[in-house]
């Protein structure tokens, strides 16, 4: 059984081994006999012990670990042996090239807030991709106003999850440069004056040494330029994703800012959004739970694609993420009781019958139907299956609808016109979706041979809007003429079912009930017809005989086994095994 010491080494405890212990401490003391003369050998020892403790800290998987001696040796490995640097002042000047070939890593992503206007930012990611920061603080004002200030929450959003470059540690690791004894003092001993034109690029060195050596093969090019590549590749799909979440987490923070306080502010759209918010749930609220249930989503992709770009991002720790996942439960659960109160609003549907009376009306008379206005309510008459917000006499808030829709069939019971008002809508139960059908109000007027009736129905705005219509039926007998006027189109059914007639856009003319038809009296001649043909082939039975009317001419179509004929009053044209022959009046 080992012995085991507590030790605090740059603020951070640990639990190491005794025999551990015993050769880290013989380590850091002939690293202070080597810089006894040194200057600032007090800023280079607490560098060190800071690098010392990330690399334990990265060895670490468990509080309770015991630093051994063999983690002790990693890191002595990585850091190398005092004895290998040349430590005096000569190290800078005329240095020697030595056998010793320093560790090296990739670049990590800092906040460089020694030389930085706001939060560091830029001159990190300046570091990082090798732009001058100039550029990069340029980019991001530019990128602010085209997108009316909405990247200001991506820079926030680097600000507070790129760590910032304390320690002379930090500062290597953001230059690329390796974290060990020779290069921690260099830095130190130089202020940090012009590091970046004095560090090297790490890939061009390796292969240009490679190159030199001899030693690079074809296939190991090869396997480099596929790796860089790869590496490309993810560092791409983590941008994209950062854009992708970036953009929509801005657009639901606009959203909540906007859409959501319609529940605080009168605003115009404020009374249409509550007159369909039938659950009766504030709007702020709703805003809020979308915001969060989409938005937690899009906000760990966001963080995802930033560890992607960034080796060494923060993280947001576990109680954080534990309370996300919290709140993103309970907004889903939210949204979906709102969701199954809102469609219970549209489980039943009821009609009620307003009237229903005989038109004092012969059948041998003509029935105009006429669409009436109203300039308090709508401006223009036409078919729609919204809603609008208007005030009555009384200032009061109405609910105006145009969904008003006329049917026409034929009376098959008797001669005597009839007439029918039919009120539907919908509700959270049968009872109610009666009596929000029952609310309508709808006035219609019977002036001689001429129906008026309204083109629009209101409710009180109490009852909200919930898909109510009107339908008018008029029951029509055999042989009546019907005039519909032309403000009726787009009121008229167009659909032929349950016996129902259409007008097929003959507003404006005279229809008689024919045969189960509206047949037109004053159309052009516009219909089949079968006429005789002026040659001595009558027989009908020999082909078919077509008639192409129009409102200029008549023209007749043949075709049998003799061929194809066209007959009009200018031209006979006639295709047969001959030919074609063509014959006109002139």
């Known amino acids: 059984m080992n012995k085991t010491v507590n030790i605090n080494l740059a603020g951070i405890f640990f639990h190491i081994d005794e025999d551990a212990y015993l050769k880290l401490q013989r380590y850091?003391?002939?690293?202070?006999?080597?810089?006894?003369?040194?200057?600032?050998?007090?800023e280079i020892i607490a560098d060190i012990e800071a690098r010392i403790a990330e690399l334990f800290s990265e060895k670490i998987k468990d509080e309770r670990q015991v630093i051994g001696t063999k983690e002790v040796e990693e890191v002595i490995e990585v850091m190398g042996q005092p004895e290998d640097y040349r430590l005096d002042e000569?190290?800078?000047?005329?240095?020697?090239?030595?056998?010793?070939?320093?560790?090296t890593k990739s670049k990590q992503l800092f906040r460089d807030t020694s030389n930085s206007y706001v939060g560091g930012v830029s001159s990190g990611l300046s570091h990082?991709?090798?732009?001058?920061?100039?550029?990069?603080?340029?980019?991001?004002?530019?990128?602010?106003?085209f997108s009316s200030g909405a990247f200001i929450l991506i820079y926030i959003a680097f600000w507070i999850f790129v760590p910032e470059a304390k320690s002379t540690a930090d500062y290597l690791a953001m230059k690329g440069e390796a974290v060990n004894i020779s290069n921690i003092e260099k830095k130190i001993k130089e202020g940090f004056n012009d590091v970046a034109d004095k560090v090297k690029d790490v890939d061009y060195q390796k292969y240009s040494n490679k190159v030199k050596n001899g030693s690079t093969s074809f296939f190991d090019a090869l396997g480099d330029v596929l790796l860089v590549l790869l590496k490309i590749f993810v560092k791409f799909i983590g941008v994209l994703l950062i854009i992708v979440a970036g953009v929509t987490l801005i657009s639901l923070f606009i959203s909540l800012f906007t859409v959501g306080t319609f529940g605080f502010i009168e605003t115009p759209f404020t009374e249409y959004i509550d007159v369909v918010n039938h659950p009766n749930i504030p709007l702020w609220l709703v805003s809020l739970l979308?915001?969060?249930?989409?938005?937690?989503?899009?906000?760990?992709?966001?963080?995802?694609?930033?560890?992607?770009?960034?080796?060494?991002?923060k993280s947001i720790g576990t109680p954080a993420k534990l309370a996300l996942l919290a709140f993103w439960i309970l907004s889903v659960i939210g949204l979906t009781v709102v969701g199954i109160r809102q469609a219970t609003q549209e489980a039943y549907d009821a009609e009620v019958i307003e009237d229903s009376r005989n038109l004092n009306l012969q059948p041998s008379d003509t029935l105009t139907i006429k669409m009436v206005g109203n300039n308090?309510?709508?401006?223009?008459?036409?078919?729609?299956?919204?809603?609008?917000?208007?005030?009555?006499?009384?200032?009061?808030?109405?609910?105006?609808?145009?969904?008003v829709e006329v049917f026409i069939k034929e009376n098959r019971e008797d001669s005597?016109?009839?007439l029918i008002i039919r009120k539907n809508a919908e509700g959270s139960s049968y009872d109610e979706a009666k009596e929000r059908a029952a609310a309508i109000k709808y006035n219609y007027d019977i002036k001689g041979n001429t129906l008026l009736i309204d083109g629009y129905a209101i409710t009180d705005y109490t009852n909200k809007y919930n898909d109510q219509e009107v339908e008018i039926i008029i029951s029509i007998p055999k042989g009546m003429t019907v005039y519909a006027d032309n403000n009726t189109s787009g009121f008229n059914n167009s659909w032929k079912y349950n016996d129902y007639l259409t007008i097929d856009g003959k507003e404006g003319k005279y229809l008689k009930l024919i045969d189960g038809q509206l047949t037109c009296q004053d159309c052009p001649k516009d219909q089949w017809e079968y006429n005789e043909w002026e040659d001595d082939d009558n027989d009908s039975d020999n082909g078919v005989k077509i008639n192409i009317n129009s409102d200029d001419d008549n023209a007749n179509l043949k075709i049998d086994e003799d061929g194809v004929q066209i007959k009009s009053e200018e031209v006979d044209i006639k295709i047969d095994e001959n030919g074609i022959k063509i014959k006109t009046d002139n």
Not at 28 to 42: E, H, L, N, P
Not at 90 to 103: A, C, G, H, L, N
Not at 128 to 145: H, K, S
Not at 381 to 402: A, C, G, S, T, W
């Open 28 to 42: 850091i003391q002939a690293i202070k006999r080597s810089f006894t003369d040194s200057q600032g050998r007090d």
């Open 90 to 103: 000569e190290i800078f000047e005329d240095e020697p090239k030595s056998s010793y070939q320093r560790t």
């Open 128 to 145: 990082y991709l090798g732009i001058d920061p100039i550029w990069l603080r340029i980019a991001w004002i530019l990128f602010t106003v």
């Open 290 to 313: 979308t915001l969060f249930a989409v938005g937690i989503p899009f906000f760990f992709l966001f963080i995802l694609g930033l560890k992607i770009v960034i080796n060494n991002l």
């Open 376 to 403: 308090r309510y709508v401006r223009g008459l036409y078919h729609r299956n919204d809603f609008k917000i208007k005030r009555d006499e009384n200032d009061n808030k109405v609910i105006v609808i145009q969904d």
């Open 416 to 418: 005597i016109p009839k």
